[in-house]
């Protein structure tokens, strides 16, 4: 077990991204609600998903924070909303900072402090968010495909989201893909 003391940085670590996981699946969620009121179902479906993946994120790092001996905080802030194709380009800056600056420091870090509990799911994020800034920019190039429903699969384990289920395990956990779940 990991004790507070022997890596405060990856404590904090933790807690920032707890705090940005729960920060973007609110903003997401809010995005959907654009999305939808703009017509565009496809982007909505994507944003709902991309909203139960965060959340999905801030659990695994809120598990790893109590596990570490700490409350998990996240202070939700004020949230701008603009048009679906400018909350789609304010998704994809977040979701690249988070795939190449955030999470590889902290999965050094985390490395560095020994703390394989955390590594985990860092590293489970960081690929997540990998595919999400792939999936915002295609809705992005699309949008004028984007205005049916369309349905995503998040992995209930580790947040990644899916457009079909065309395998067997997680492609980042390795959990069934019995574990994911539907949204639409």
Do not use: W
Not at 36 to 43: N, P
Not at 85 to 109: Q, T, W
Not at 137 to 156: E, G, H, I, P
């Amino acid at each position: 077990m990991t004790t507070l003391t022997a890596s405060t940085t990856t404590l904090d670590n933790l807690q920032a991204a707890f705090n940005g996981e729960s920060n973007a699946s609110a903003r997401y969620a809010e995005f959907a609600r654009k999305a939808d009121a703009e017509g565009y179902l496809g982007i909505a479906a994507l944003f709902r998903a991309g909203s139960k993946a965060e959340d999905f994120h801030a659990r695994n790092h809120a598990d790893v924070i109590r596990k570490m001996g700490a409350e998990p905080k996240a202070v939700i802030e004020t949230m701008m909303v603009k048009s679906t194709s400018d909350n789609l380009l304010a998704a994809i800056d977040g979701e690249v900072y988070e795939r190449d600056v955030m999470y590889p420091e902290f999965i050094k870090n985390a490395r560095q402090n020994k703390d394989s509990d955390a590594v985990r799911t860092f590293t489970y994020a960081l690929k997540t968010e990998a595919e999400h800034a792939r999936l915002y920019s295609n809705a992005l190039k699309n949008m004028d495909k984007m205005r049916l429903a369309k349905t995503y699969y998040v992995c209930s384990v580790c947040g990644y989201t899916a457009e079909v289920l065309n395998f067997v395990r997680c492609l980042v956990c390795g959990h069934s893909k019995n574990d994911y779940i539907r949204v639409s």
